[in-house]
C-alpha cells in the first residue's frame, strides 16, 4: 500500500483520533491541544509517519507512536504494526526532494536564449566599466562563492546585457552541469501571470529553484508587480541559502528604484553593486573598431580621423557607436563614388546634425551642462559628478568653459554649479579647453559646434 498526501489521509486522522479517545488512550484536552495539530504525512505497509508543527506537540505525539500504530492496525487491518516516526514539519519537509518536473511540461517556464558571441573576450575593458567586469568574471570563475548578488547597475547601452550574457557563456562552457537561467523581468512577469492561470505556479517556482546560475536583466521594470515580487522574493531567498548564484542588471542602484519593496532592496544592497559609466574616448575607439572588424569590415579601409570623430562624439553608449557606423556605411553605399576607402568628409556628412538638439532660449548654466551631456551621451549627474574618466572629465572641462565663456560667470559661482568645486579648478578647467582647442582639430570643433546650439 502506497499512499500520496490528499484528504485520504485528514479523513484516516481523523479516524485514528476517535479511536484513540474512544478507547480511552489519550486524555480528550491533550488529544485536541497537541494531536489535533499534527497529521499523516506519508504510510505504507512497513511504516508511516507523522508531522506536527513544534518540538512539543513532536515529544508528545511520539509518546504515542505504538498507540497510533495499533489504531491504524485496527482501522485498515493490517497483517503487521506499521512502525510510525514523528517528525517535525518544518525541517523535515525541507529535507525532501522535489519530484522532478516531466520534460514536457516545462516549455512555458524556458529561460530566455543566450546569445553565444556575448562573451568576456570580446567585451572591451575601460575604466568605465573594468570594475562590473571584475566582478562579473569573478561570479562567473566560482558561482555562489563571491558576491551574491552581483548587481550591475548602469544607462541603456553600455554593456549591462552583454556581462549577463557573458557570465552564462562562460559557466557553461567551464561546467556543462550547471543549469543556468537568463530572463528579462518583463518576461519573468508574463510566466508568473501565465502560471497563475494555469494553477502552476508552484512548478514554475521549482524549476527556477532548481538554477544553478540565475541571471536577470532590466530588474527596475519589476517595480510596481506586486504578485511578482512575491514570487521572485521566494526564488531569490531559496537560491541564495543553496548558495546558487544571482546575477541581476538594472538601469539604476537598487536604493533608486521607486516601486520595489523594501525587502528586495535590502537583499539586493547586501551583494556587491558595481555601476558601468559610457565609455571614455579610448575605449569607445576600442569598442568601434571592435564592432567594424566583427562584421567583416577593415579597420585600414577607414579614414583614421573618422575613426576618432565617432568615437569622440558618440561614445555616450555603445548602440550610438554601432548606430553610427551602420548611417557611415549607408551613407558610403549611397553617396560615396569610391566605396574602397571611407573617407573622413563621408563620415562627418553622415552623421550631421545626428546628435541631440538643446533648448535655444534662456540660456543658464543648467542648460550648458545638458547640451554638453547629450551631445557627449552622459547624464547631468556624471558632468558635475567626481568620475575623473576621460570622456566624461573632458565634457565636464567643456561644460566649465562654455559657463565662463557664454555666461560670464564668476569662477566661484561656477564652481557651485559643478558640485561646490573651488575656483582654482575651475580657472584650470578653463585653461586646459583653451589649449586643446589650439592644438587638436577636432576637440575645436566640437567646442565650435557646441558653441554654435547654444548661441542660436
Given at each position: 500500500?502506497?499512499?500520496?498526501?490528499?484528504?485520504y489521509y485528514?479523513?484516516?486522522?481523523?479516524?485514528?483520533?476517535?479511536?484513540?479517545?474512544?478507547?480511552?488512550?489519550?486524555e480528550?484536552?491533550?488529544?485536541?491541544?497537541?494531536?489535533?495539530?499534527?497529521?499523516i504525512?506519508?504510510?505504507?505497509?512497513?511504516?508511516?509517519?507523522?508531522?506536527?508543527d513544534s518540538?512539543?506537540?513532536?515529544?508528545i505525539?511520539?509518546?504515542?507512536a505504538?498507540?497510533i500504530?495499533?489504531?491504524?492496525?485496527?482501522?485498515?487491518?493490517?497483517?503487521?504494526?506499521?512502525?510510525?516516526?514523528v517528525?517535525?514539519?518544518?525541517?523535515?519537509?525541507q529535507?525532501q526532494?522535489e519530484?522532478a518536473l516531466d520534460p514536457?511540461?516545462?516549455?512555458d517556464?524556458?529561460?530566455m536564449?543566450v546569445?553565444?558571441?556575448?562573451?568576456?573576450?570580446?567585451?572591451?575593458?575601460?575604466?568605465?566599466n573594468?570594475?562590473?567586469?571584475t566582478?562579473?568574471l569573478?561570479?562567473a570563475?566560482?558561482?555562489?562563492?563571491?558576491?551574491?548578488p552581483?548587481f550591475?547597475?548602469g544607462?541603456?547601452?553600455?554593456g549591462?546585457?552583454?556581462?549577463?550574457?557573458?557570465?552564462?557563456?562562460?559557466?557553461?562552457?567551464t561546467?556543462?552541469?550547471?543549469?543556468?537561467?537568463?530572463?528579462?523581468?518583463l518576461k519573468?512577469?508574463?510566466?508568473v501571470?501565465?502560471?497563475?492561470?494555469?494553477?502552476?505556479?508552484?512548478d514554475?517556482?521549482?524549476?527556477?529553484?532548481?538554477?544553478?546560475l540565475?541571471?536577470?536583466?532590466d530588474?527596475q521594470?519589476?517595480a510596481?508587480?506586486e504578485?511578482?515580487h512575491e514570487i521572485?522574493f521566494?526564488i531569490?531567498?531559496?537560491?541564495?541559502?543553496n548558495?546558487?548564484?544571482?546575477?541581476i542588471?538594472?538601469?539604476?542602484q537598487?536604493?533608486?528604484i521607486k516601486?520595489?519593496?523594501?525587502?528586495?532592496?535590502?537583499?539586493?544592497?547586501?551583494?556587491l553593486s558595481v555601476?558601468?559609466?559610457s565609455?571614455?574616448?579610448?575605449?569607445?575607439?576600442a569598442?568601434l573598431?571592435?564592432?567594424?572588424?566583427?562584421?567583416?569590415?577593415?579597420i585600414?579601409?577607414?579614414?583614421?580621423?573618422?575613426?576618432t570623430?565617432?568615437?569622440?562624439?558618440?561614445?555616450?553608449n555603445?548602440?550610438?557607436?554601432?548606430g553610427?557606423?551602420?548611417?557611415?556605411l549607408f551613407y558610403t553605399?549611397?553617396?560615396?563614388?569610391?566605396?574602397?576607402?571611407?573617407?573622413f568628409d563621408?563620415?562627418?556628412?553622415a552623421?550631421?546634425?545626428?546628435?541631440?538638439?538643446?533648448?535655444?532660449d534662456g540660456?543658464?548654466?543648467?542648460?550648458i551642462?545638458?547640451c554638453?551631456?547629450?551631445?557627449?551621451g552622459?547624464t547631468r549627474?556624471q558632468?558635475i559628478?567626481?568620475?575623473?574618466t576621460?570622456?566624461i572629465a573632458?565634457?565636464?572641462?567643456i561644460?566649465?568653459y562654455l559657463?565662463?565663456?557664454?555666461?560670464?560667470?564668476?569662477?566661484?559661482?561656477?564652481?557651485?554649479?559643478f558640485g561646490g568645486?573651488?575656483?582654482?579648478?575651475i580657472i584650470s578647467?578653463?585653461?586646459?579647453?583653451?589649449k586643446?582647442?589650439?592644438?587638436?582639430r577636432f576637440?575645436?570643433?566640437?567646442?565650435?559646434?557646441?558653441?554654435?546650439?547654444?548661441?542660436?
Open positions: 500500500m502506497s499512499l500520496n498526501r490528499d484528504s485528514t479523513a484516516l486522522w481523523s479516524q485514528v483520533l476517535d479511536y484513540m479517545r474512544d478507547n480511552g488512550h489519550i480528550p484536552n491533550i488529544l485536541e491541544t497537541f494531536f489535533r495539530k499534527s497529521w504525512y506519508s504510510l505504507n505497509d512497513e511504516q508511516g509517519t507523522v508531522l506536527t518540538v512539543i506537540t513532536q515529544q505525539v511520539m509518546r504515542s505504538k498507540l500504530s495499533d489504531a491504524l492496525t485496527d482501522i485498515l487491518d493490517l497483517q503487521k504494526p506499521v512502525e510510525i516516526t517528525e517535525l514539519e518544518d525541517r523535515y519537509l529535507k526532494p519530484p514536457e511540461d516545462i516549455d517556464f524556458r529561460s536564449p546569445q553565444t558571441d556575448r562573451t568576456f573576450d570580446n567585451f572591451v575593458v575601460g575604466d568605465c573594468r570594475e562590473s567586469q566582478a562579473a569573478a561570479c570563475y566560482n558561482p555562489g562563492s563571491y558576491f551574491n552581483l550591475i547597475y544607462n541603456s547601452g553600455l549591462k546585457t552583454h556581462l549577463l550574457m557573458a557570465i552564462a557563456n562562460f559557466v557553461m562552457k561546467d556543462a552541469s550547471k543549469k543556468v537561467y537568463y530572463i528579462e523581468s519573468f512577469v508574463e510566466k501571470y501565465k502560471a497563475i492561470q494555469k494553477n502552476r505556479i508552484d514554475f517556482k521549482q524549476y527556477l529553484c532548481s538554477m544553478d540565475l541571471l536577470i536583466d530588474i521594470f519589476l510596481g508587480k504578485k511578482s521572485f521566494s531569490y531567498n531559496e537560491l541564495i541559502n548558495h546558487k548564484q544571482i546575477c542588471a538594472s538601469d539604476r537598487p536604493k533608486e516601486g520595489l519593496e523594501d525587502r528586495l532592496i535590502s537583499r539586493f544592497s547586501s551583494g555601476g558601468i559609466d565609455p571614455e574616448f579610448e575605449t569607445a575607439l569598442i573598431k571592435m564592432k567594424i572588424e566583427n562584421n567583416g569590415n577593415d585600414e579601409e577607414v579614414e583614421e580621423a573618422g575613426l570623430y565617432i568615437a569622440s562624439n558618440f561614445a555616450g555603445i548602440r550610438d557607436l554601432e553610427a557606423w551602420n548611417r557611415v553605399i549611397m553617396f560615396q563614388e569610391d566605396k574602397s576607402y571611407i573617407k563621408t563620415i562627418i556628412k552623421l550631421k546634425n545626428q546628435t541631440p538638439a538643446v533648448e535655444k540660456l543658464t548654466s543648467s542648460k551642462i545638458k554638453v551631456a547629450d551631445y557627449y552622459l549627474n558632468i559628478g567626481k568620475t575623473r576621460k570622456n573632458n565634457a565636464r572641462h561644460s566649465i559657463c565662463r565663456k557664454l555666461l560670464d560667470l564668476p569662477y566661484i559661482k561656477i564652481g557651485e554649479e568645486r573651488d575656483h582654482s579648478t578647467s578653463c585653461t586646459k579647453v583653451q586643446d582647442i589650439e592644438k587638436d576637440f575645436a570643433e566640437a567646442v565650435s559646434e557646441l558653441e554654435k546650439r547654444l548661441s542660436s
